[in-house]
T-cell receptor, first 116, second 112 residues
Framework: EPEVTQTPSHQVTQMGQEVILRCVPI?????FYWYRQILGQKVEFLVS????????KSEIFDDQFSVERPDGSNFTLKIRSTKLEDSAMYFC??????????????FGPGTRLTVL | AQSVTQLGSHVSVSEGALVLLRCNYS??????LFWYVQYPNQGLQLLLK??????LVKGINGFEAEFKKSETSFHLTKPSAHMSDAAEYFC??????????FGAGTRLTVKP
């Protein structure tokens, strides 16, 4: 069964450093998402991406964040200068389409980011 | 924007007892509603989803949920809890912009 994959599973970084979180969505999916979950809190939407551009972004997704689909398979989230409060689990998700039905978003296993 | 509220951050039941996890939604349009489960140190797995085809939705692992428009609810139930059901459960609604909006989550504990 196809699945969303994410690497690395755990990333430790120093405050102020740049990190890139990587995701490989399901191959025929067209819509991609990043969510984050701070420890003990709910899952929060960050950004959605379609047709090589951002569709929507939340207030959390400020100028420190960027997303990219550098090739036909990877979908990345970059945090330019990490802060302590960026420590969280980051989930990638993808879906085939969003119109005309409640298409399920398939979630990856997450990357745990720890900022020291 | 659509949103969901989960009542009870922590629910504890005995093995074999009924599981009831509550979720209420707020939506200006017919909602698409989902329940996800998160086992420790794992990602989110879809349990079931409401797409307006039927008000009673059956999911995996014996879970089901009933959409009640009059109560704006989509509570998750399971007749008999197993130890393996211990996890965090998230109710979610698909937002008008197609992202998912999650509730705060309910941690289910199952006692022997």
């Amino acid at each position: 069964e196809p699945e969303v994959t994410q690497t690395p599973s755990h990333q430790v970084t120093q405050m102020g450093q740049e990190v890139i979180l990587r995701c490989v969505p399901i191959s025929n999916h067209l819509y991609f998402y990043w969510y984050r979950q701070i420890l003990g809190q709910k899952v929060e939407f960050l950004v959605s991406f379609y047709n090589n551009e951002i569709s929507e972004k939340s207030e959390i997704f400020d100028d420190q964040f960027s997303v990219e689909r550098p090739d036909g398979s990877n979908f990345t989230l970059k945090i330019r200068s990490t802060k302590l409060e960026d420590s969280a689990m980051y989930f990638c998700a993808s879906t085939l389409r969003t119109s005309g039905g409640a298409d399920e978003q398939f979630f990856g296993p997450g990357t745990r980011l720890t900022v020291l | 924007a659509q949103s969901v509220t989960q009542l009870g951050s922590h629910v504890s039941v005995s093995e074999g007892a009924l599981v009831l996890l509550r979720c209420n939604y707020s939506s200006s349009v017919p909602p698409y509603l989902f329940w996800y489960v998160q086992y420790p140190n794992q990602g989110l797995q879809l349990l079931l989803k409401y797409t307006s085809a039927a008000t009673l939705v059956k999911g995996i692992n014996g879970f089901e949920a009933e959409f009640k428009k009059s109560e704006t609810s989509f509570h998750l139930t399971k007749p008999s809890a197993h130890m393996s059901d211990a996890a965090e459960y998230f109710c979610a609604v698909r937002n008008i912009n197609n992202d998912m909006r999650f509730g705060a989550g309910t941690r289910l504990t199952v006692k022997p």
